[in-house]
């Protein structure tokens, strides 16, 4: 590389302390140029900041009066990914934006708008995206090694206690205090990686994703928060191909990530631990790499674009914009969440945890089966409207 990336890092805590760690431990192409937090303090990486003489400040404004930097990471509360994602580009940064791009899609246009405006690039950081084996993958999609896409499916169930709801005034709500769409819930935040995989291998080209002809969600709530710990939702692409997407908080058990894709000629599976395999109607095999193992392509790559001064980040806005979309719908299909039943819930006092009784055998069986709950007459389960996007 030609020269060390100056990079600014905006929210230090909560998945920004990933950042923090991976840069001030062993990156030798870039360094950070400063901090920006309202409660730097709170970080386990503070003291370390202070000891290295980082400057840390309170606004991404009070940053750039002060410096500059090449690449922006945006790693804040979701309604603030936009403002500040096109404040660093029109102040001269590149720009990895954490996931998911916006609460709003409104904002994609806007967006993409001050990147081209700019001549920076915005990448949003969906781990899997950016790694050699999802890129091969989706290059052997695109190639038709596995001919035709017919269906796909995804779950993952990990639960959250009540801290994990606690942690910021924002963490399941659907708006800001000033009105800004936040839309968090386990399809916008924890899992939303899941979702938007299952979008993006399905795209047209390497940087898009897919587009949706229509959505029809279940949605439902264990924990005392405005959006949803649980969901069970069918999509249609424009081309008629079914995905299946199940998550939730709500449960006892872990259940790492699965998914199966289904194409003319082959079925792709993956289980926690990897690796992804391609299983061919002949009988051969392919197989790529877990990409759980290189999480932080995302900012490798980013660095790396930043200083060629290239624009080659993978997914970019466009790529992340069907996931926005996307949970838009899945809200408008399922408008008043319900509760689960009082009779289903459970409380493990100890862990703090609000799950609901047989809820992962039953999402479980839906994912074996490719049936949402009301599809298997599941006495509590109620399917919300289809939304037609096209």
Known sequence: MPKKVSIVLVGMNGYGSVYLKELLSNNEHAYITGVVDIYPNRSVYYDCLVENDIPIYESLQDFYVHSKADLAIISTPIHLHKEQ???????GSNVLCEKPASGNPRDIQEMMDTRDRTGKFLAIGFNWSFTPAVQQLKRDILDGAFGKPKRLKSIVLWP???????RSSWAGKKYSPNGD????????NATSHHLHHLLYLLGPTLDTSCQLKDVTSELYRANKIETFDTCAVRLHTKDEVE???FASHAVHKVYQPHYELEFERATISYKDGGPIVAHFDDGSTKKYDDPENNKLAKLQICIEATANQHHHILCGIEAAST???SIKAIHESVPDIPDFPDNLMM??????LHWIDDLD?????????????????????KRGKKIELI
């Open 85 to 91: 994602s096109c404040y660093a580009m029109l102040h």
């Open 160 to 166: 959250r206690d009540e801290d994990y709801y606690n």
């Open 181 to 188: 769409m936040i839309f968090d819930s386990v399809a916008n």
């Open 243 to 245: 995905i299946l997407y």
């Open 323 to 325: 996931h926005v979309y």
């Open 347 to 352: 409380f493990d006092q100890h862990h703090k």
């Open 361 to 381: 055998k039953i999402l479980l069986n839906g994912y074996e089966e490719w049936k949402l709950p009301s599809d298997m007459n599941i006495e509590w389960s």
